[in-house]
Every structure is written in structure tokens, then in C-alpha cells.
């Protein structure tokens, strides 16, 4: 079943919107049991679960949801940095009346889900960390080149960031036509419903990226052995976007985690190899169900 095809699957009952601080926020949950939480990548959209959704929720109640900024959920006029993401968490989980949870978050999703767990421990029952972002304090040369502060002048519909943008999310796959085209299209399509996203976008880069690497506030390789929550983290070994090194080193440094590494495969492995993904994340889960952890 191709993306947009089960893109068409979201909007259905499961499909919701719900006010965060102001915010119209677009999310679905499936399934029944222990809450799971998907938080998405840069740039990315809760269409990019699809082919985890119908899996992961034939176990657990499973919440996805388009981030602030994002897909089809508002873009206020904020500072989208790390401590606006992380707060952005609590908040949604607090008024869906969800105490505590896992997460799983992929690439800048995986950097908000462990700033959740070294700020909120008890928040979080346990950690998917997808190619996560912030595992360095060095950054891609691309990310560089869209925070300059020249692409915010452009328009959206042929701005250098678009294009950037277009070339990093086919990038993100080890297989270029595995599903990348049809996920940048959609990407596209909602860049054109919602041309603010671009200055979200933007934002985002801003507070994470300087001409020198990533922010210290966006960097967690010091804060890694504060995760209380057991952690498995996840990466394609041919990912061009965080080298797979990133995800050794930080395995070392966080008290109870393991790593699974997934040959030919990208920055996506939950859609290019999503069994293989699958598969491993609900053996995790299962393996550490907060009812199941020693007190």
C-alpha cells in the first residue's frame, strides 16, 4: 500500500483535532491499551507513520499528531525552539488526560523525546529514539545553508529552502524511490495549503542551527546519562542526514539502552524498512511495560 493511500486511511474516525494552548492540533489515535506517542521528524507530517500505525496500535493506543508548525496543525507566530516542542508535549498529553507514556520519536522528534524524558522522567515510560537529532554538536552542511537567514526572503512557492527541503527528504532514504517521492509531494502540498509553514520551518532552524553546528540548548550528548526511562535506539546504517555513529556513541552513554542498527536503509527506517522497525519496537515495549519494570 503505497503512502498516499493509506494517507487517505487517516482521514477517517480516527482522525482529530484538539486545542493546545491556542493551537488547533491535528493528531489520530488507534488502538486500545498503554499510550504510545509518534513524534515526527523536521519538516515531516503524521502521514509519515502510516505503515507503523495499523501494527503498533494492535498493541497500544497509539496517539499521532502533525507538531505545531506542521501538516495541517496551526503555525502561530512563536519561537519554535526545543523548550517550545518539549512544553508542547506535556501539554498535549496533560489535556488528552495521559499521565504517562511512551515515546517514539523520530529525528527531531527523537531530540524532543529525550528532552521530554531528562525533564519529565516520570512522563515517560520508555524511549524509541529514531535517528535522533542532537546526538552531536556538529550539523549537516545543508542544515547550515537553510538557516541563513537570506532563504526567509524568498517566496515559498520557488524558495531555496523548498528545494533544500526536496533534496533532504530524498536524501533520507538509502532506496530514493522507495516512497520519497510521494512523501515530498505531500510535503509540497502542504507547504502550498499552509505557506506559513516555510517561515515555521525556518524558525525551527534558526534556534537549532548557527554557520557554527547546533545550539547548546539543542545538543544532548551531555545530557544523555539523566534518561531514567529504558531506551532502544534505532538507525539505518546508510542514513546521510545523523551518521549511524551518532546513535553507538549515545547508546554508551544512556544507563539502560540497546541499539538496533537496520542494513540498507536511511534516515526513515520506520517507513523503508517499517516490519523490520516494527517488529523491534513492539519487542521493546513489550519488554519494558511499566508494569512489567522492577520498582
Not at 22 to 32: E, T
Not at 154 to 171: F, H, N, V, Y
Amino acid at each position: 500500500m503505497s503512502v498516499s493511500e493509506m494517507a487517505n486511511l487517516t482521514k477517517s474516525e480516527y482522525e482529530k483535532y484538539i486545542t493546545i494552548e491556542g493551537m488547533k492540533i491535528r493528531y489520530l489515535v488507534k488502538g486500545a491499551g498503554s499510550p504510545v506517542l509518534l513524534l515526527h521528524g523536521y519538516a515531516h507530517f503524521l502521514e509519515t507513520w502510516d505503515f507503523n500505525l495499523r501494527p503498533l496500535s494492535q498493541h497500544y493506543q497509539v496517539y499521532a499528531m502533525d507538531l505545531p508548525g506542521h501538516g495541517l496543525s496551526d503555525k502561530p507566530g512563536v519561537a519554535y525552539n526545543i523548550f517550545f516542542f518539549t512544553r508542547f508535549v506535556i501539554d498535549f498529553m496533560q489535556a488528552l488526560g495521559i499521565e504517562h507514556a511512551g515515546l517514539i520519536g523520530h529525528s527531531m522528534g527523537g531530540q524532543i523525546s529525550l528532552n521530554v524524558a531528562v525533564n519529565f522522567p516520570g512522563k515517560v515510560d520508555s524511549l524509541v529514539l529514531e535517528t535522533a537529532a542532537g546526538l552531536s554538536h556538529d550539523v549537516s552542511l545543508l542544515h547550515k545553508i537553510c538557516s541563513l537567514p537570506v532563504l526567509g526572503s524568498a517566496d515559498t512557492r520557488e524558495s531555496p529552502i523548498k528545494t533544500a527541503l526536496g533534496q533532504r527528504m530524498k536524501r533520507e532514504f538509502y532506496h530514493p524511490d522507495f516512497a520519497a517521492r510521494e512523501i515530498v509531494d505531500l510535503g509540497y502540498r502542504f507547504m502550498e495549503q499552509m505557506p506559513e509553514t516555510r517561515r515555521v520551518l525556518l524558525s525551527i532552524l534558526h534556534h537549532s542551527v548557527t554557520a557554527d553546528g547546533l545550539r547548546p540548548e539543542v545538543v544532548m550528548v551531555d545530557r544523555l546519562h539523566l534518561v531514567k526511562s529504558p531506551a532502544l535506539l534505532i538507525h539505518g546504517a546508510q542514513d546521510e542526514i545523523h551518521p549511524v555513529e551518532l546513535s553507538q556513541n549515545a547508546c554508551c552513554l544512556i544507563p539502560n539502552a540497546r541499539l538496533k542498527v537496520i542494513g540498507e536503509c536511511g534516515h526513515c527506517p520506520h517507513i523503508e524498512k517499517a516490519a523490520e522497525f516494527n517488529e523491534a519496537v513492539i519487542s521493546f515495549l513489550k519488554a519494558n511495560q511499566p508494569s512489567s519494570l522492577s520498582v
